[in-house]
């Protein structure tokens, strides 16, 4: 490991994060099922939430700016408003306990006035952080967390004196709003740096070494007001086209580097004193070191595989956490594999929508689970569902799960 990264330890207790604004001080309240919680945002992830708090009896209200989102469909109220419709905001905080959100890209200054009005968790100042990647880096640096090596590039600035510091091949990103590969280019010469230099004119960006990585891996932790932490097993990820394809649970490493990976997880999440899940994506170097590549302070795509292979879901541990209920046994019931189905299985063109794959493999197979959001419209790169596989073993279950996603 990076000597850095021992400095973390030794300073557990410093939280390093701004000044939060509405924290609560309380320790070890509940809130109780019956009451109603909270989601901004309403894709799939505020859709599976939803149905995790309903099972235990919650109700949940969700704030989205579109119309007819997958969430919509299960929520017991939907307010449909933008973001910074104060009157629509104001309404929604005081209809709920608490409120969370389904994704980092929530603008933070409406989250400030939810926080004057009722619980925000995980706290806005932890939002702060993860939404922005120049930000989330220079915190991870700042804390001595290990990280990919990476220089600031601000509006109109110098590109290719970042690149020639960070060394080619290098990644350049956006400081905002990127998500699955989303405002990202890799530079490996000069032709694709000047390419880079136009395409981030006028953006503020982060410029990241490539990491030649044996393989990513993710961590998903659940943490209470109270300070009780769970780390959900380590989780292997394979992604095509930057999209997260595969995840294998549990991760195909050694054992030390699977613990490792988790005392990393559960000390970031202890760090920004994290109140519900935090999901902390990694590479595992060729060499053997894990670096931090994204923070996300929400449920997580790579922890899906827990709604039916491990004992309690990512999704009912986040409403565990942030109620402050005692949090579930997050041990794998089998090995599992989970396999995203992206829009582009409908085969859709620009003149039509394709057609709906043909499910029945997956159905019949006696140990996959399909999970569909509910998306009308199937565009390529859109997150339409996803399957998982349970086997015997992790490779035993990717073999199924490369079988059951050629049959679609
Ligand atoms: P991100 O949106 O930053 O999570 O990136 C999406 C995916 O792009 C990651 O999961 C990696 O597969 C790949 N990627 C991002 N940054 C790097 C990097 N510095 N080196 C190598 N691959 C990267």
Known sequence: MPSEFGTYRESRCKTGLPQGRGRSQIAGFMILPGSTLG??????????????????????HVFEPAADCPASAVANRTFTADYRNEEELVAFARSCAAVTYEFENVPVEPLWKIESLTRLLPHSSVLEICQNRLREKMWLKKQGFPHVPFAEVEVNGDL????????????????????DGKGQRKVSDDASLAAAASAFAGTRAVVERYVDFKCELSVIIARTEAGEARAFPVAENIHTKHILDFTIVPAR???????????LALAIAERLQVVGLLAVELFLSDRGELMVNELAPRPHNSGHWSLDGARTSQFEQHVRAICGLPLGDVGVRDPSVM?????????????????????????????????????????????????????????AALDQARDLKSQL
């Not at 290719?160 to 998500?179: E, I």
Request: proline share 5%.
């Open 339 to 395: 396999v995203n189905i992206l829009g582009d299985a409908w085969k859709p063109t620009v003149s039509a929508p394709g057609v709906t794959p043909n499910w029945s493999a997956i159905l019949r197979a006696p140990r996959a689970k399909l999970h569909l959001y509910g998306k009308g419209e199937a565009r390529v790169g859109r997150k339409m569902g996803h399957f998982t596989v349970m086997a015997e073993s992790a490779d």
């Open 39 to 60: 989601v901004l945002g309403g894709g799939q992830l505020g859709r599976m939430f939803a149905q995790a708090a309903q099972s235990l009896g919650y109700r949940v």
């Open 253 to 263: 490493v050694p054992a030390a580097v699977a613990k490792e990976a988790e005392a």
């Open 160 to 179: 290719a004196a970042a690149a020639r510091r960070v060394g080619l091949p290098c990644v350049v990103k956006t400081a905002d709003f990127g998500y």
